[in-house]
T-cell receptor, first 115, second 115 residues
């Protein structure tokens, strides 16, 4: 089954609006959780991460809290800017069976911010 | 410190040909992973190399192969190219292998177009 369920896009917001992108995952144990961002024509950049329950990752005004009860890692930003327009990926690091842990990526959420 | 570099950045091939992509990890990083990104399938894991050995493998046919050299540089090869192999191929490096908190850093990708 799916390891990561990420909010479908595209998301279109006006500048200074509040942003939430939902992400839930399926895994045993407590995987490390990551959000990556991809700007047009570029590779992925790490946005933030959390490695244990109740940790809050934050960077550039974005935040996400590791919620073990709901197996979620929702991304939030209080006031988006045009420069935040990009595709956002949620990615838990999950171990399955005897294989080593690796990142499982959500489908990505396209965010467009209008001035 | 230089980031992950990938060469070439763009490549055009025809069906049936083979292609080799190269990735140089961040200095000191020993793990290299490869991903394929397409609009239809999103980001899919190909394989991970550490100390010149493949340690983890995704669900891709045997036409996709890779290797890692003693300096941690990695190459991936796709033989008998198909139209569906057109994608952005991303390489990522991290310092260790088993640490669940290690962050993967991505290169800009190689855009492969198969005609």
């Amino acid at each position: 089954g799916d390891s990561v369920t990420q909010m479908e896009g595209p998301v279109t917001l006006s500048e200074e609006a509040f942003l939430t992108i939902n992400c839930t995952y399926t895994a045993t144990g407590y995987p490390s959780l990551f959000w990556y961002v991809q700007y047009p024509g570029e590779g992925l950049q790490l946005l933030l991460k959390a490695t244990k329950a109740d940790d809050k990752g934050s960077n550039k005004g974005f935040e996400a809290t590791y919620r073990k009860e709901t197996t979620s890692f929702h991304l939030e930003k209080g006031s988006v800017q045009v420069s935040d327009s990009a595709v956002y990926f949620c990615a838990p690091l999950i171990e399955r069976g005897s294989t080593l842990g690796r990142l499982y990526f959500g489908r990505g959420t396209q965010l467009t911010v209008w001035p | 410190k230089a980031g992950v570099t990938q060469t070439p950045r763009y490549l055009i091939k025809t069906r049936g040909q083979q292609v080799t992509l190269s990735c140089s990890p961040i200095s000191g990083h020993r793990s290299v992973s490869w991903y394929q990104q397409t609009p239809g399938q999103g980001l899919q894991f190909l394989f991970e190399y550490f100390s010149e050995t493949q340690r983890n493998k995704g669900n891709f046919p045997g036409r996709f192969s890779g290797r890692q050299f003693s300096n941690s540089r990695s190459e991936m090869n796709v033989s008998t190219l198909e139209l569906g192999d057109s994608a952005l191929y991303l390489c990522a490096s991290k310092g260790g292998l088993a640490s669940s908190t290690d962050t993967q850093y991505f290169g800009p990708g190689t855009r492969l177009t198969v005609l």
